[in-house]
Structure formats: C-alpha cells, structure tokens
C-alpha cells in the first residue's frame, strides 16, 4: 500500500513513465479476470492508486489527466478537503444506525440543502437511497401512488439505469438490457429532440408536439403516471434537446396532472453551470433524481420534489437499509459546501467556454467531428463520416484509446457509439485542461 496522499495536494500533471496500462496494472488486471466476473467492464484498465484534482495516479506511477471524473460524480475532485474532513469525523462518530431505525442529523440537512438548491420555490421535500437507478425507481413510485396511474414514459436514447424498471426505461439494448429481460410493464418511448439527427430542422416546440402526440395516441394522457427526462441526455449522447422542448413538455405534464420528472443524475449538481440543467430553460421539474455528484464519490441519491407529491407515498413505504448513509451524507455536505464555496457553477461555464472554443476550431479542421455541443463542463463531440451524420462508432474508440495511450482519461457513449464525452472535474487546474485538448487534438489530427 502506498503512504502517499491523494487529493488536492497530488502533483498536477500528465506523466507516463510506463506503458498504459503498466506492468503493475496488468498483473492486477491477470487478479481480477480470474475472480471478477466478466460482465464489468472497465473503460481503461489502469489500477489507480490515488486522485485528485484533475488527475488519476495508477499504480505504475502514471499521472493520467482525467476528463471522466469517474463518470461525472468527482465533480468536486477526489478526495476534496471538505469531504475528506467530513467523511472522516463521521465514521469516527458513527458509521450506520439506518435512518428508519434511529435518524440522524446529516440526512435531514441534506434533504434542506437539495430542496434549497434544485429549481422552484414551492415547498419541497426528499428521500435519500444508494444509487441513481434507485432513485429514479422511487421516483416512478412516488409519481404512481399520487396519480393513482401506471404508465410511465421515456425518450428515445434515454439512460436510466441497469436495475430492471430502469432497463426498462433505458432505449439502449446493448449492453445495457441484452438477454436481462423480461422488464417491466407499463413503459413507453416517445421521440426525444435531437437537432443533430433531426431529418430536417425542427424548433423545441415541434419536437415537443411530436413527443405529445406519440404520448397521446399510445398511451393517453389520463393514464401516464409521470414522463421522465434527462435535460440533457447522459449515455445517451450528451443531447441538449432544442429551445422550449422541455419547456413544452413540462407544460403539457402540468396540463394533464402527469408527473414532470428531471433525472439530473448526470447533469445536476453544477456540472452544466447551474445547479439543475432544467435550470437553463426555466423548467421547475415535479420530482428531480439526484445521484453521480452529489456526494464527491461517496454512494448517495435522492428524489427532491414537491411536497404533496413526496408525502403522497404511505409511512414507510419508502427507503432502504443503507439509503442516506451518515457517512455518505457527510460526503454530501462536504461536496455541496465545496460547490458554494469555489463556486463550481461559474468554473462549470469557464471549462465550457475553454472547450467548445477549442473544440469548434478543431471541428474546422476535422470534418468528422459532426457536432459539438453539451452544456457547462458536460461537453461532447459526435464523430461521423465526413459531410454526414453517419455515426464512426470504430474512429469513436480509436480517438478515445489514442488519448488513453497519451494519458488522457476520457469516455465515450451515445445510442450509436460515437460520441466522446468530455466530464472533467470542475476543479480541474487550466492547464491540465489545456493539455488535454492539446493531446485531443493531436490524436484526431493523425487518425483523420
Ligand atoms: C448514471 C445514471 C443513472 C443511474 O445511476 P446509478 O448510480 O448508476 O444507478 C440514472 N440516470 C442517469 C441520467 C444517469 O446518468
């Protein structure tokens, strides 16, 4: 074990002193194929040893630059001082009494920090669970018991999650539902906006009433329970849908007594400049799904929402053993003070304005770069054969493993495999930043 600390004190900077992934890692890497089943995957398998800041340190002494964030949840960096002193007073004091047995202070002053922060100043109330998927589960609960309805409705490219309600809801097959049927009932996909894909320009509004009319005629209007949407898509490809889309959306849900659910598991949390991406169209979400990061790494969600329809759910049918963790709460409180203090929003729309200048001038020269688009410091590319929107999945990887190679850490995603998305830490120093898109650009400059 190293002695070394990680966080915010580590050296930041690319170094590669090895192959990638190293000879450590790979003997590691021998470790866990004979004991790790082989349905998780890992994007680059390097073994980290510490983080922080904008980079990932494996255990050949790499110093890799991070544009993952391990997928959007560091967002305050790893092992930020305020989660760390948090986290670490907590487990000393207590580490688990489960909040339905003997409550705690930490899960009600995060539940008054969430119904602060997300968009709306009607009265508001949350639950606490473990992760995203079950968040946006006891978000259909929720909008079930105070409709009195069962349909649930998604969008095409939606993500969700992997449990089996949220595969039902996630649109995309592999690897995500493969073979893992049957899924549950009662869930519909209408069309989303995509003004990339879109076979001739559409404004929100239209997207919208195409969304309403498949929503209409399938499903009716007195029988959906609530319409669940990411404000930007995570997975499905980092699409911010058109102006007024989810607007129109909301509004119709308003009009017909449906539940508006923003899953912002991805998006919130200052990640798009703001502290809820529905905050960028004036949309004040129902219910809102909170996970990734909120909790600076530490396993934490929640469902914040109006208070009538939180209450609406029965004494004690909502929950979980380990749902709102004291120690995951405290990482939470660390986080969101954090967020405040540094002002992560505001780093948010400096990070954005940093890449899609970079990147839109790289997209110049690269014509397979088809679009650039996303939100504050959720950005991303969609790769396609040149002069049109047909999706290189194969070039996709090839820039992704190129920059691995460099020492640069990023993903991909999308329902076709070609979009790579750029989620940095928004604490990530400017040269750090600077240096990745230098390594981006070189890599797409020689494989295009
Ligand atoms: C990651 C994600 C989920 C699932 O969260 P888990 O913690 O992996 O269960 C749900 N919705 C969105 C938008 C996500 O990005």
Redo the contacts with the bound molecule.
Sequence with gaps: MSTHEGGPGLPQERRIVTEIPGPRSQEIHARRQAVVAAGVGSVLPVYVEKAGGGVVVDVDGNSLIDLASG??VTSVGNSAPAVVQGVTEQVAAFTHTCFMVAPYEGYVEVCEKLAALTPGDHAKKAALFN??????ENAVKIARVHTGRDAVVVVDHA?????NL?MAMTAKNMPYKQGFGPFAGEVYRAPMSYPFREPAPITGPEAAARTIEVIEKQVGADNVACVVI?PVL??GGFVVPAPGYLTAVSEWCTAHGVVFVA?????GMCRTGTWFASEHEDVVPDLV?V??GVAGGL?L?AVVGRSEMMDAVHGGGLGGTYGGNPVACAAALGAIATMEELDLNARARAIEATMTERLRILADKAPAIGDVRGRGAMIAIEIVRPGTTEPDAALTSAIATGCHQQGVLMLTCGTFGNVLRFLPPLVMPDHLLDEALDVLEEVVTGLV
Excluded: C, F, L
């Design positions: 997928i959007a992760s995203g998927a079950e968040a946006v993500y969700h999650g992997r449990t949220t990411e995570g997975e899953d912002e598991i991805q998006s799904t996970a990734k396993p969600a």
